[in-house]
Antibody, heavy 121, light 107 residues
Framework: EVQLLESGGGLIQPGGSLRLSCAAS????????MSWVRQTPGKGLEWVSA????????YYADSVKGRFTISRDNSQNTLYLQMNSLRAEDTAVYYC??????????????WGQGTLVTVSS | EIVLTQSPGTLSLSPGERATLSCRAS???????LAWYQQKPGQAPRLLIY???SRATGIPERFSGSGSGTDFTLTITRLEPEDFAVYYC????????FGQGTKVEIK
């Protein structure tokens, strides 16, 4: 059974940093691309970042480029999102959906339950 | 970047009725790389349809997707109580963007 467990969210002041983690199990982690998708309270879904299965290529939405860094540790089956220079508009639930393949194009087959990040003073 | 516009914003229907949800793209979706997701309150999204018309594993036959180019449709033939939720379309072939969602609510 595929399981994705996000963690690391919390309350952080504007300008601060936070690192999210996503522990994966139930599938060959290194064989699949992974992404971060966020959802602001009461709003829709926004793709944030993605990484290929082997970690060689990374992609970012314009809204986070230069501030967020995606990475993965295939030996630990874990995905990360380092978030720096956080802004109020980064407040959201962050999900780490599993891609349907190792590189594009892929849809999001499975989703974790998400972790809430609140940026506020 | 492709913009996906879903309509209607809210669909008020009764159990047993047919639901037809629309997703229109600002430019052609490459090779039909269009997915649909269902999200219930307090839950993560769940994949329903990929490749515009292929049902994901475990998705009931009452859910079907169709369309190509810029116009796509998700149809639920007979609404069950558990189908009342928000539905999102996504272009995964180009921009990875999502539509703004259609809420299917109980009338």
């Amino acid at each position: 059974e595929v399981q994705l467990l996000e963690s690391g969210g919390g309350l952080i002041q504007p300008g601060g940093s936070l690192r999210l983690s996503c522990a994966a199990s139930g599938f060959p982690f290194r064989s699949y691309a992974m992404s971060w998708v966020r959802q602001t309270p009461g709003k829709g879904l926004e793709w944030v970042s993605a990484i290929t299965g082997d970690g060689s290529d990374t992609y970012y939405a314009d809204s986070v480029k230069g501030r967020f860094t995606i990475s993965r540790d295939n030996s630990q089956n874990t995905l990360y999102l380092q978030m720096n220079s956080l802004r109020a508009e980064d407040t959201a639930v962050y999900y780490c959906p599993k891609g349907s393949g190792t590189s594009r194009p892929y849809y999001f087959e499975y989703w974790g339950q998400g972790t809430l990040v609140t940026v506020s003073s | 970047e492709i913009v996906l516009t879903q309509s209607p914003g809210t669909l008020s229907l009764s159990p047993g009725e047919r639901a037809t949800l629309s997703c229109r793209a600002s430019q052609s979706v490459r090779s039909g790389y269009l997915a649909w997701y269902q999200q219930k309150p307090g839950q993560a999204p769940r994949l329903l349809i990929y490749g515009a018309s292929s049902r994901a594993t475990g998705i009931p036959e009452r859910f079907s997707g169709s369309g190509s180019g810029t116009d796509f449709t998700l149809t639920i033939t007979r609404l069950e109580p558990e189908d009342f939720a928000v539905y999102y379309c996504q272009d995964y072939g180009n921009s990875r963007t999502f539509g703004q969602g259609t809420k299917v609510e109980i009338k």
